[in-house]
């Protein structure tokens, strides 16, 4: 295992920051703040430009052919700037499923557009009163006609859909009725009901997706769980190696205020309390940046239980410890950190909607369990 990042990853970091900077500053955050897309076509077009929507794409099919670790690079750009686009849903999500699950018919219909950000996409696998537990899902899918080239409808209800509102596409999961397995269904959003939710952080697009009796385009044959748990443990890295930017940059801004701010004549980051409260969140930050990494390599190169194990064990580490960065950024700041006009506050819910990511660390902690015990 090579702890180094390669020149070219270097580039691309650099790249990505530059571009955001100059870009997508927080004022253009703010500006989105209720823009239910989450981005502006000029600078989706910036992104595609820099070639990162198709990271995970092979070659062979129009793309980059890296791997997540690569796409982590990009996420903690994304989030140190807590960008509110769709990159995560379409570029981790999306994208990879489309190339684990996909047949080559699949992959020259749907993953060209993707690569190219033509269009969006999001994956759509939970649903209402069930958690974070994807796995049988109620919504189902009936053959409509018969042989392999056959139509399907699906009918059901998804919630937490990431970047739901800007997409236009949703890959669905369903039980096939005919057998019992997963599957995964390509549905035109257009063509359903899709109802943006409301979330404490504006930077994190989610919706509600109904579906009746909604025609759709079957991804690949035979059961779909085991790529859509790599899916889903994709996304989860890719999360807390957003939330990992976040909270770096949360870090630097409550530095550069302690050096600053003062009281009784002194920096207040001469004070013990403050001092202990910026060491606390510089060993967070480090320690998920170290498992997230970890879990992005695994994802590369390890086989599929380490790789879920080190997912498991960066979002239950990360989904407290980055939040306990984000309250401790509010703490430094003092009364103005809660204020609207104050940046403080976009990094405090980017980290709050990650602590609930998955279930939250106890769903987490409870999966790493079984790891461990089976």
């Not at 379409?90 to 499923?97: I, Q």
């Not at 879990?295 to 190169?301: F, K, V």
């Not at 950190?337 to 976009?346: I, N, Q, S």
């Amino acid at each position: 295992m090579n702890f180094e990042f390669s020149a070219e990853q270097e580039q691309l970091r650099a790249s990505v920051r530059g571009f955001l900077d100059a870009r997508a500053s927080l004022r253009y955050v703010r500006d989105l703040w209720d823009d239910p897309r989450g981005t502006t076509p000029e600078l989706w077009a910036g992104l595609v430009e820099l070639g990162v929507t198709a990271l995970l794409v092979p070659e062979e099919l129009g793309g980059v052919g890296g791997g997540m670790v690569d796409v982590a690079v990009v996420c903690e750009e994304l989030g140190r700037a807590v960008n509110p686009g769709p990159y995560e849903a379409t570029a981790v999500g999306a994208a990879g499923l489309l190339v684990d699950v996909g047949t080559s018919d699949d992959h020259a219909v749907l993953l060209p557009a993707i690569a190219d950000g033509s269009r969006i996409g999001t994956v759509a696998l939970l649903e209402p009163g069930r958690r974070s537990h994807w796995r049988a899902p109620e919504t189902t899918a009936v053959a409509d006609g018969d042989g392999p080239e056959c139509g399907w409808i699906v009918s059901g209800a998804k919630v937490h859909v990431p970047s739901l509102s800007g997409a236009d596409v949703a890959l669905v999961t369903a039980t096939v009725n005919d057998s019992g397995e997963l599957g995964v269904f390509a549905i035109e959003t257009r063509e359903a009901h899709v109802e943006p939710t409301a979330s404490v952080d504006g930077t994190r697009r989610e919706g509600t997706l109904t579906l009746d009796r909604i025609p759709a385009r079957r991804i690949g044959t035979g059961d779909a769980t085991d790529a859509v748990a790599q899916t889903v443990d994709r996304l989860h890295t890719a999360a807390v190696v957003d939330g990992v930017g976040a909270a770096a940059r949360a870090l630097e801004i409550s530095v550069e205020y302690a050096q600053a701010r003062k009281q009784f004549d002194s920096p207040i980051g001469a004070f013990q309390a403050v001092q202990h409260l910026c060491a606390d969140m510089l060993r967070n930050v480090e320690l998920a940046r170290a498992a997230a990494y970890y879990a992005c390599w695994a994802l590369d190169a390890a086989d599929r239980t380490e790789a879920h194990r080190a997912t498991t064990m960066a979002l239950a580490f990360a989904g407290d410890g980055l939040y306990e960065v984000g309250a401790n950024t509010i703490q430094v700041h003092g009364g103005v950190g809660y204020t609207w006009e104050h940046d403080a506050h976009l990094f405090y819910k980017r980290l709050l909607t990650l602590q609930g990511l998955g279930g939250g660390s106890t769903d987490q902690l409870e999966e790493l369990a079984t790891i461990v015990l089976d």
